[in-house]
Every structure is written in structure tokens, then in C-alpha cells.
């Protein structure tokens, strides 16, 4: 059985939590390098996927809250913040930290001139989100109060939206087999408190129940959309074959509305666009728990924070190992320079979830070469540099599945 998110994160001195910021976590730079670069990893499909990323404030007014309808639905998860006394104008305003992204997505589209010709418009934005959640109900990286989302917002017209639920579930089919998940799908209809007309209801979740068919296994969660609108969500299963919820598109009707947002029709006439909120990870925290779970901290090697271990067979062979150390150095690369045996530097190396062993002796020395071994604890055998290079290369480019 593989072990706990929380127990790898303290084993390979990923990240902690501490009691002076309660859910919320603290990254080791290792950890950091894994965050990152899965928010690398996303920015390169979003290339190829025609976002384009922003950037928004984290401090709202409540004004904003309640245009949206969050302050009536969401108020009690979000973290309040009251204006002090060097306010003139109003002393009581409250402002928040913001718990999402769409509001302020939805001024940045009010804020531009926007024609047909720029529609669809895909968002992006990696900003950090703060809930109030509930100490009980906090767990690990999987139930946090500050994360970031792989968050996105699409504007466009009624007859693209088809097209663009088509292109979001090929884009997060594509992601998902990449990190080898399976997954489920679930159209979540209309809550019991819901904002908006009754007739974009009915017409947004047939949208989505005739685009959730591309999947054989689906259902129906009734009553679970959000306030403003239904949506498809997307669990994946693990390796223990335990289902996590991530991904999810959401169709909207109402937030357009309520900001009254237009863009220039063809015929120079002021439509209102249809949002689609989607996120793939859900957030960077879960996904990067669930990942962890599911593969045992042995990552791929693009996103491993610890790449190669090089293994000297004694430490006369250091200026060796170091020599390597520079040749590899766009990589992350380490030297086990400690007096520990042969075996048990490679022992500790395979511990801590290092994707390739470079053991070097005199033989290598002598001949410039590497013996390698993956984390697989496959024997790759003796390699030349340029021979080596190109294995990493290989296989650090799968960072990249368009390629």
C-alpha cells in the first residue's frame, strides 16, 4: 500500500504544515520545484490551447462579492478583512480575500473592448485563492484555505460552446492519460439555492449532458452544480483505485449577466457572452498529493525534484563525479560525497525517489563514461556523456505532449 501524501512530503523533505498558518502549507525548495513545474507543465498546453494568462488582485471589495452572488452563497468561507480607521470615505467597508478567480476574470473582460473576432477568449490564471475552511475538515494537501488553481475562464459566443466543452474535455483526457489516471465523469444539475432563470439552467445542462456522452461511464449528480450554473466534474482514480475529484467545467450563464458583460456582434449589435469556468488539476496542492499517492514520490523525470544522484565508488573519484556535476547541471543533479558504502548510497538514493544513479569508478574515469541505473532499479549499463544526454533529453521532453 502506498503511503500517506503527508508522510512523503515529510520523507523526501517536500513540505510541512505548521500551526501558525492552519492549513496552508509550507514548500521545502524541493517541494517548490514540483509546484512549479507543474505550473510549467500547464503553461506549455496553454500555448497550444490558446490561453492567455493573467494576472488579478487578491483583496476584493465586498461590492464585488455581491455582484457576483457570492456574498449571499459563499460569505462564510471567505476570509473578511475590515478597512481601519485611515479610510475617511467609509471606515466599515469589508473587503476579502478572494476564494476565487471568475469575478475578477469577468472585470478584466469588461475592462476590453471585445468584438466577435476575439471570442473565444480563453483565461488563464494561477493566483492564490484563500477558503475558510473548516479545521475539521482540513487534510494534508488535499483539503487546504491557500491554494492555487489551474483556473481558467472562457468567454465566447452560445454557438461556440460546444466546441469549446469539446476541446476542454480533449485537453483534460490528454493531460490525465499523461499522468497515467483513469477517470470518472459526473453532470452536476441544479442545487436547491441557485441564482439566474430557470430557462439557462435547463438549456446549459442539456448542453452538457449532450457533450458528457463522449464518456461510457457517466451519471448524473443531481442537485450538486454550482450556485451560478451546472457543471461536469472529473474524479481520478489512483493507484489504489480510490477516486479524487479534479477537474471540472462549468457552465454559466449568470455571472455574464450580473456584470453586464457584452462584446460587438457581427452585425454591430451588444451580445452577452457565455462564461465557461474549467480548471484540469483543481488545484496544484491536491493534484500534487493525489500524484504522489498514486505513483509512491517516484515522479517523471521532468518533474522530479531530485533527477540523478551521482554515485562515486569512493571519493577518490570526486573530481570525477564533479566533472558530471557540470556537465548535467541544467538538471537536478546531486553528489553523494558521504563515506557510506557502494550499496547504501545506492540504497539511500533509490529512497528518496532519484530518477537515475550515476555511479562512476575507475573504469568510467578512464573510458568518460556513466553506469546508470533508473528508479526502476533497471541496469541501463556504461554510457557515453553524449549517449546520456540523450536519454535525459528523451525523456525530460515528455514535459512537453504535444510534441
Known amino acids: 500500500m502506498n503511503p500517506d501524501h503527508r508522510e512523503l512530503g515529510t520523507k523526501l523533505e517536500l513540505f510541512f504544515f505548521d500551526t501558525m498558518s492552519p492549513g496552508s502549507c509550507f514548500f521545502f525548495p524541493k517541494g517548490a520545484k514540483i509546484y512549479n513545474n507543474l505550473i510549467d507543465f500547464l503553461r506549455i498546453c496553454y500555448k497550444h ?42 471606515n466599515s467597508i469589508e473587503f476579502s480575500l478572494k476564494p476565487m478567480n471568475c469575478p475578477s476574470h469577468c472585470i478584466i473582460f469588461k475592462k476590453m473592448n471585445v468584438s466577435y473576432r476575439n471570442l473565444p477568449m480563453r483565461l488563464a490564471d494561477f493566483g492564490v485563492l484563500h477558503r475558510n475552511e473548516l479545521s475539521g475538515a482540513l487534510g494534508g494537501l488535499t483539503r487546504v484555505r491557500r491554494f492555487q488553481q489551474d483556473d481558467g475562464h472562457i468567454f465566447c459566443t452560445l454557438d461556440q460552446v460546444e ?12 493531460v490525465y492519460n499523461h499522468f497515467n489516471f483513469e477517470f470518472n465523469v459526473e453532470l452536476s444539475t441544479r442545487p436547491d439555492k441557485f441564482i439566474g432563470e430557470l430557462e439557462n439552467w435547463n438549456r446549459a445542462e442539456k448542453i452538457l449532458e449532450n457533450k458528457i456522452k463522449i464518456f461510457e461511464n457517466w451519471k448524473v449528480n443531481k442537485g450538486d452544480g454550482a450556485f451560478y450554473g451546472p457543471k461536469i466534474d472529473v474524479k481520478i482514480k489512483d493507484s489504489l483505485k480510490r477516486e479524487h475529484q479534479l477537474g471540472t467545467i462549468q457552465l454559466d450563464f449568470n455571472l455574464p449577466t450580473r456584470f453586464g458583460l457584452k462584446y460587438t456582434s457581427e452585425n454591430e449589435q451588444l451580445v452577452t457572452p457565455v462564461l465557461i469556468h474549467r480548471a484540469i488539476f483543481g488545484s496544484v496542492e491536491r493534484f500534487i498529493a493525489i500524484l504522489l499517492e498514486h505513483t509512491n514520490g517516484k515522479l517523471p523525470f521532468w518533474l522530479s525534484p531530485r533527477q540523478i544522484c551521482i554515485v562515486p ?4 573519484f570526486l573530481d570525477y563525479a564533479n566533472e558530471i556535476l557540470n556537465k548535467f547541471s541544467i538538471y537536478d543533479i546531486e553528489i553523494d560525497s558521504s563515506n557510506n558504502t557502494l550499496n547504501k548510497k545506492i540504497r539511500n538514493a533509490q529512497k528518496m525517489k532519484f530518477n537515475y544513479i550515476f555511479v562512476v569508478g575507475e573504469q568510467e574515469k578512464e573510458n568518460k563514461t556513466i553506469n546508470i541505473r533508473d528508479y526502476k532499479k533497471n541496469i541501463l549499463g556504461s554510457k557515453t556523456i553524449d549517449e546520456t544526454l540523450l536519454i535525459l533529453n528523451n525523456d525530460y521532453n515528455k514535459k512537453n505532449i504535444y510534441i
Open 313 to 316: 565508488v569512493a571519493n577518490i
Open 49 to 90: 490551447e490558446n490561453y492567455e494568462e493573467i494576472i488579478t488582485p487578491n483583496i476584493f471589495n465586498k461590492d464585488l462579492w455581491k455582484i457576483s452572488g457570492h456574498w449571499d452563497k459563499y460569505k462564510e468561507n471567505m476570509f473578511l478583512i475590515e478597512k481601519d480607521d485611515q479610510d475617511k470615505e467609509d
Open 163 to 174: 466546441n469549446e466543452i469539446e476541446n476542454y474535455l480533449s485537453f483534460l483526457t490528454k
